[in-house]
């Protein structure tokens, strides 16, 4: 029975996604000249709503069944190490998103900044109520499903050692992480987070514990990168030259 209640939060996650297609199609019918631009700022609205039911949905599911998976049978960290664990998850997180993302940049030779992180910011700055969705809204969900529904449910089923199971089901969920926001230039990324999440859960048996910390990263990412959108912008032309200069050497 676990198995499709975590089922049904992965269909909730595509819907929300897909929520706003028949909408798009639409405006584009009823509006055909409409741009691009013109079309995002108007169906933004009708995303938040989307992931705002989305999230209500999931931790309805989530509650509805007592057959909980062997992360969350196990003993749970007491209220005291739980807040250490999210205060702490969060240096883990974030050093783990910058090693990662030194590993992508200089060795795999990707770009700094990701073409989906770009886009979320351009979202916010058109229209700032996605802060929401980025920081509140899109953690609840996406650890929802790729912790509690994908990972959990590897991790319940590989066989063996506890550290097998951790590094297949945080593998598995990782890729279907990067899947699900279409950046495979920042693979690396998505697989070093989803493994700092999944630690998080299982370590401390509590879901609230990644939601927390993802939602804490996601917040400083759009900080950072609504604050100090040109000083990123200077260390892009530094990368880019820093490159030349090491092909040239080579």
Same mark, same amino acid.
């Given at each position: 029975?676990?198995?499709?209640?975590? $089922?049904?939060?992965?269909?909730?996650?595509?819907?929300?996604?897909? +929520?706003?297609?028949?909408?798009?199609?639409?405006?584009?019918?009823?509006?055909?000249?409409?741009?691009?631009?013109?079309?995002?700022?108007?169906?933004?609205?009708?995303?938040?709503?989307?992931? $705002?039911?989305?999230?209500? %949905?999931?931790? +309805?599911?989530?509650?509805?069944?007592?057959?909980?998976?062997?992360?969350?049978?196990?003993?749970?960290?007491?209220?005291?190490?739980? #807040?250490?664990?999210?205060?702490?998850?969060?240096?883990?997180?974030?050093?783990?998103?910058?090693? $990662?993302?030194?590993?992508?940049?200089?060795?795999?030779?990707?770009?700094?900044?990701?073409?989906?992180?770009?886009?979320?910011?351009?979202? #916010?700055?058109?229209?700032?109520?996605?802060?929401?969705?980025?920081?509140?809204?899109?953690?609840?969900?996406?650890?929802?499903?790729?912790?509690?529904?994908?990972?959990?449910?590897?991790?319940?089923? %590989?066989?063996?050692?506890?550290?097998?199971?951790?590094?297949?089901?945080?593998?598995?969920?990782?890729?279907?992480?990067?899947?699900?926001?279409?950046?495979?230039?920042?693979?690396?990324?998505?697989?070093?987070?989803?493994? $700092?999440?999944?630690?998080?859960?299982?370590?401390?048996?509590?879901?609230?514990?990644?939601?927390?910390?993802?939602?804490?990263?996601?917040? %400083?990412?759009?900080?950072?990168?609504?604050?100090?959108?040109?000083?990123?912008?200077?260390?892009?032309? #530094?990368?880019?030259?820093?490159?030349?200069?090491?092909?040239?050497?080579?």
């Amino acid at each position: 029975m676990r198995q499709l209640y975590s $089922a049904l939060i992965i269909v909730v996650f595509i819907a929300v996604q897909l +929520a706003v297609l028949p909408i798009s199609f639409i405006l584009a019918f009823t509006t055909p000249g409409m741009t691009e631009t013109e079309m995002l700022d108007a169906i933004m609205p009708y995303q938040a709503i989307a992931f $705002a039911i989305g999230v209500v %949905i999931v931790i +309805a599911i989530g509650h509805i069944h007592k057959n909980k998976n062997r992360i969350e049978r196990g003993r749970q960290s007491d209220i005291p190490v739980t #807040i250490a664990w999210i205060i702490g998850g969060v240096f883990i997180a974030y050093g783990s998103q910058v090693l $990662a993302g030194l590993f992508n940049v200089y060795v795999l030779g990707n770009p700094l900044e990701s073409e989906n992180t770009s886009g979320i910011i351009e979202m #916010i700055e058109s229209a700032p109520f996605m802060i929401l969705v980025v920081a509140l809204l899109g953690p609840i969900l996406e650890e929802y499903v790729f912790r509690r529904a994908i990972f959990g449910e590897i991790y319940e089923m %590989i066989p063996g050692p506890k550290i097998v199971g951790f590094l297949v089901a945080g593998l598995l969920s990782g890729l279907v992480f990067a899947l699900a926001h279409w950046d495979f230039t920042h693979i690396v990324i998505y697989l070093a987070m989803a493994y $700092a999440f999944s630690f998080l859960y299982v370590i401390s048996g509590r879901l609230l514990v990644p939601i927390l910390v993802h939602m804490i990263m996601n917040g %400083i990412v759009v900080l950072i990168q609504v604050i100090f959108k040109d000083y990123i912008e200077q260390l892009e032309e #530094i990368q880019q030259g820093l490159g030349v200069i090491i092909n040239l050497l080579m």
